[in-house]
């Protein structure tokens, strides 16, 4: 017997999990489609592993830390703000705390608790879900006048168009086909993520189903990924974490492009670039203060991750980390001064403990030009000045990015262009929603990210709900849907 639901919701991450619980709230009948045995696995391991589900600022904020595509959620978080998504956890059991730049998190500490919280709603809810993967977005009726550019389907309804509904009926969605059989509802959610951490089941799924569709894919890249060193003092001191820095973001003089992945799987710049100066001038392209991390490519940490987002195509740059940013240079000045006399009679590279950590030495040395087995008592002025501008201004040049596999998220997706931004309906098919990740729609680190996850998945579900209801109202009334 052939099973009918009000609605489907493909994909069991952050805003395929909220998007099903809004519209069971609503009362619809809804089937939530995920592959993977275990819901939210990617949720789990955000944060470190602890969730920063959201930030604690007024909606319009969160619009000021997404680069792209901005102005196209408006409608969607003025609708959900972040104050209702606190409001939602806490009432589903999930207490949360708000820490430095109001990033909010579980008062647990633990990203279960944000998915405890979530698979309560679904129980609630009444929400059913199958483990099976979507292999094809079903739909009914004919394509009246032009077909979708590139979506394969013939005007007036070929296979693709699945012509069981009378010739002058629009295509819509009717269900979804997955590797466990068909499934049957008048609308379908795609909220399948993008292609960050494939191994928790974001494989670019969502891609494939709305292009088939006719969508338009803006390329996915990594967007808040680690960054690839042109050089290797990076790797010398791998694993080495720095707290309360300093980092700047400057566009690199002299050419050198982000180019797409080579066959080592980095994203890189050009062929060769002339080397910028060691001290970057001008404007930073972004700049902020945190925690960063050393590894064997490059560099990693809170702070790259948010400069990473701020990085284009066609450009090459420089990160610049001040590593005493509490010092200015007269203090830091000083504060050599002090050490060096307290360590007169040792060599510079053994005079350095109180300055830097233990693995970071040897870079410092290397490239202060100053020789190791120097005297403290004997370095000059001028040296003490190049050691402070290192200090000051610690450069590494930048070579690319990592895959966008690494990335915490991805930029590109689902064209907004061809997406209703109040509904978040596809403007091709009807029945059609997004939320989520899927969508050409990104921003910075801060909690931001799941903001838009909820807001978008609110406004899905909510919207596709409603339609339902008035095309119900329509039908027992003898009025002719009038509906897109």
Known sequence: MMKEYDMIVVGGGAAGMFAAIQAGYAGARVLLLEPNERLG???????????????????????????????????????????????FFESHGCETKTERGNRVFPVSDRSASVLDALKTALGY?????????????????????????????????????????PRDEAIRVSGVRTDKGDFYAPAVILATGGKSYPATGSTGDGYRLAKALGHSIVPPVGSLVPLVEDGGFCAKMQGLALKNVSVRLFEAVGGGVLNAPNPSRTETLGPSWTPAPTLPTGKPVFEEFGELLFTHFGLSGPVILSASAHMEPGKAYII??????????????????????????RSFE???????????????VARSGIPGETRVNSVTKEQR??????????????????????????????????????????????????????????????GFNLQIAWSTAYAAANAAVRKQEYIRDASSSGIKDQSP
């Open 320 to 345: 610049s980390i001040d590593l005493k940013p509490a010092l200015d240079e007269e203090k830091l000045d000083a504060r050599i001064l002090r050490d060096f006399a307290e360590n007169k009679n």
């Open 41 to 87: 696995k990617k949720l789990l391991i955000t944060g470190k592993g602890r969730c920063n589900l959201t930030n604690n600022c007024p909606w319009q904020e969160v619009l000021k830390n997404v680069p792209r595509n901005a102005r196209f959620l408006y409608s969607a978080l003025s609708g959900f703000t972040p104050e209702d998504a606190i409001t």
């Open 385 to 446: 000045r190049a050691l402070l501008e290192l200090t000051k201004h610690f450069t590494v040049k930048i070579s690319g990015l990592r895959p966008v596999e690494e990335a915490i998220i991805t930029s590109g997706g689902v064209a907004t262009r061809e997406i209703d931004p109040k509904t978040m309906e596809s403007k091709l098919i009807p029945g059609l929603y997004f939320a989520g990740e899927v969508i050409d729609v990104d921003a910075y680190t801060g």
């Open 125 to 165: 809810a009444g929400v059913e879900i199958v483990r099976a993967r979507a292999k094809e977005i079903l739909t009914v009726g004919a394509v009246i006048g032009r077909p979708p550019e590139g979506s394969g389907i013939k005007d007036q309804g070929d296979a693709a168009a699945r012509t069981d509904a």
């Open 350 to 364: 053994n005079a350095l403990s109180g300055l830097y950590p233990k693995t970071m030495i040897p870079v410092i």
